[in-house]
């Protein structure tokens, strides 16, 4: 499970972002997920919107931290938010463009961009659309003048456009929907920002039809800051303990089965900077106990901390390490827990030798893609070694090399891949990889 954190303003604004990824990277974070604002991006219209370097679009410190990253290891995720003025009629950027062509085009050149296909613009493959759709100011209207719910269609429609972009400029990537929060009223409310219950909106954007999508990204905070993770919450709200239950939900709206989860945003803000926090023990212990349930869930693909360092000037106080510089104990805790958590996860199917896609980020910043890359592995069952083997794969675009290994697995077993990747530079790379099998005995 990828894991690691949200914080734009500490690993592109700050006054030294590649000291913060440098620090991000020895707490061992494997993902950071970012926000691409298409009206700070795009605040006047490109002329050639569907151009990854159309002279409108101000991207570099998008590009800096995308190259940051891979120069650390570290994968990027990217979410794409907000309405330009240009495109929603002089509304906030909660409101929808209203031709659904200027998102796509926008998703579009951004996905280009970042696939990997450009020399010296790295390789994104995560994304997802929007920003808690199912609050107000994120986006608006939630409700119409009949009090009826259509935040979920909004939702849809914007889904499909940036999907469509996304996929057009890199069919790679993988997309996830939904980024909704944690709880919401399914009634407007007078003096209180419209907004939706999660699996409310979960179930009625089930209903619209053509929407694909890898995943469904969540953010299950409990519903306030100094409430544990063990808090109850009435359905449809949705915190970790309705998680299972959504997650079961899902399939059955959207008439899948496992839908992948991406868990996007979480964390806990400390005291005395938030008022209303918990301690620094209580974050630490906290973080422990999330990480360990999901690790456990095989639904839950990816796991974001949101944020890496406090301000005086955020409204958030959820980092590990204090505006003072000093790192909480949370910072420990992330750094032991990330390091034996980071790895991926793949279902493979019985009898049949499992073909890996290893990410090594780290390597394809110094090689091009098509470079040979010197990959050994050992698998292992509990703590029994039952295979050793050598490939050279060849680098892919995507910042990956995909080999075969050379085993048979068993049905229902858990197997674990050590892997070590080198290249002609010197550049070393170690992973872990989780491998589930499938399958009837013969």
């Known amino acids: 499970m990828p894991i690691g954190f949200q914080d734009d ?17 020895a707490a061992h974070a494997s993902l950071i997920r970012t926000i691409a604002d ?27 931290l995308v190259r940051g990253a891979q120069e650390r290891g570290i994968r990027v995720m990217i979410t794409i938010w907000g309405t330009p003025r240009w495109a929603n009629g002089g509304h906030g950027p909660n409101f929808a463009p209203k031709r659904l062509a200027d998102l796509t085009n926008f998703a579009r050149a951004l996905a280009a961009r970042y696939s990997g296909r450009y020399r010296g613009y790295p390789y994104v493959g995560r994304y997802s659309v929007w920003n808690e759709p199912n609050l107000g100011i994120f986006l608006t209207p939630q409700f119409d003048a009949r009090r009826n719910i259509v935040s979920p269609r909004i939702y849809a429609s914007l889904y499909r456009a940036a999907y469509k972009g996304i996929k057009t400029g890199n069919r790679s990537a993988l997309v ?11 009634h407007p409310l007078r003096g209180v920002n419209d907004s939706v219950a999660p699996a409310t909106f979960a179930r009625l954007l089930a209903r619209q039809h053509g929407l694909r999508f890898d995943a469904y990204a969540t953010h299950p905070y409990p519903t306030r800051p100094g409430l ?3 808090q109850k919450v009435r359905w449809p709200n949705v915190t970790l303990t309705r998680l299972k239950q959504f997650e079961h939900s899902l399939d059955g709206w959207f008439h899948r089965r496992n839908v992948p989860v991406w868990i ?16 620094n023990a209580q974050q630490a212990a906290y973080l422990s106990r999330v990480v360990r349930q999901l690790r456990a869930d095989p639904r839950v693909h990816m796991f974001i901390w949101f944020i890496f360092r406090d301000s005086p000037h955020s409204l958030w106080q959820s980092g590990v390490y204090a505006s003072s510089g000093h790192a909480k104990r949370s910072y420990r805790v992330f750094s032991a827990l990330a390091r ?30 098509g470079t040979a890359i010197d990959v050994d592995y050992r698998i292992y069952l509990g703590g029994r070694r039952l295979a050793i083997g050598r490939a050279t794969p060849r680098l892919l675009t995507s910042q990956t090399v995909a080999f075969r290994a050379r085993f048979r697995p068993a049905p229902g077993r858990t197997y674990t891949v050590r892997m070590a990747a080198d290249n002609a530079d010197g550049g070393h790379v170690a992973a872990t990889y989780e491998l589930v099998t499938v399958g009837k005995n013969r």
């Open 264 to 279: 996007t945003e979480y964390g806990y803000e400390t005291k005395p900077a938030e008022r209303t926090g918990v301690t």
């Open 38 to 64: 298409w009206r700070a991006i795009a605040p006047a219209r490109p002329r050639r919107a569907t151009n990854p370097f159309d002279p409108a679009y101000r991207l570099n410190d998008l590009d800096q």
């Open 9 to 25: 303003a500490t690993f592109r604004w700050s006054k030294n972002p590649p000291r913060e990824l440098d620090e991000a990277a």
């Open 340 to 369: 034996v958590t980071a790895g991926e996860s793949k279902t493979i199917t019985a009898h049949v030798s499992p073909t890996i896609s290893l990410p090594v980020p780290k390597l394809a910043f110094t090689s091009p893609p």
């Open 228 to 230: 544990p993770p063990t």
């Open 176 to 186: 996830a929907i939904g980024e909704t929060s944690n709880q919401g009223r399914d």
